[in-house]
């Protein structure tokens, strides 16, 4: 119930091209962050989201949390070779519980 | 700033044999203190974390243990590996413990062989 669905698994994509991925969990969640893990280090954050319907932007980085709190999806424009790695949505179920993490998305961009 | 690191980078170790992995925050005090585990190409799964000196919380039972010898100090130590504890193990710090950020430190590759 308090696991996190993400998709897709992995991506292959062209440079310049736009991407998108997203995070889904049958719990509601009070907070939603998306982390991206470059080969052989830790994962770092990229966005933070607090608010049901907010929308963030980082760059090229946009990420959404859903209206019902069960869902956030990052979009990525315009990729670059050095938007290679692993991205994982993550966040604390409502109502006390550490951290949780999605199984990630590889994201591939062939230059 | 703060900053967090853990070491050693990469460990091969026999089956059976000890392990000891270091982690260490600074520029904050009473942080909260995480080991998670990466298997290849999953996500990662929360091993232990810690609210303070001395106070250790398991997630899952397992071959592992970890300890909080100072505030600013985790350390995860097995007495016997397992092949299955082969991984990318992954120290993080918290501020607050439900809705807090966290900020990873670089991974330990374990190859047990």
């Known amino acids: 119930g308090q696991q996190l669905n993400q998709s897709p698994q992995s991506m292959f994509i062209q440079e310049g091209e736009d991407v998108s991925m997203n995070c889904t969990s049958s719990s509601i969640f009070n907070t939603w962050l998306w982390y991206k893990q470059d080969p052989g280090e830790g994962p770092v954050l990229l966005i933070a989201l607090y608010k049901a319907g907010e929308l963030t932007s980082n760059g090229r980085l946009t990420a959404q949390f859903g209206i019902t709190r069960k869902d956030s999806f990052l979009n990525i424009s315009a990729s670059i070779p050095s938007d290679v790695g692993i991205y994982f949505c993550a966040g604390p179920p409502y109502n006390n519980n550490d951290m949780r993490f999605g199984a990630g998305t590889r994201l591939t961009v062939k230059p | 700033s703060q900053t967090i690191h853990q070491w050693p980078a990469t460990l091969v170790q026999p089956v059976g044999s000890p392990l000891s992995l270091e982690c260490t925050v600074e520029?904050?005090?009473?942080?909260?203190l995480y080991w998670y585990r990466q298997a290849a190409g999953r996500g990662l799964q929360l091993l232990f974390y810690?609210?303070?000196?001395?106070?250790i919380s398991s997630e899952v039972p397992q071959n592992l243990s970890a300890s909080r010898p100072q505030d600013r100090q985790f350390i995860l130590s097995s007495k016997k590996l397992l092949l299955s504890d082969s991984g990318f193990y992954l120290c993080?710090?918290?501020?607050?413990?439900?809705?807090?950020?966290?900020?990873f430190g670089e991974g330990s590759r374990l190859t047990v062989l």
């Open positions: 520029g904050t005090s009473n942080p909260n």
């Open positions: 810690s609210v303070g000196i001395g106070q």
């Open positions: 993080a710090w918290s501020k607050t413990r439900f809705t807090g950020e966290l900020f």
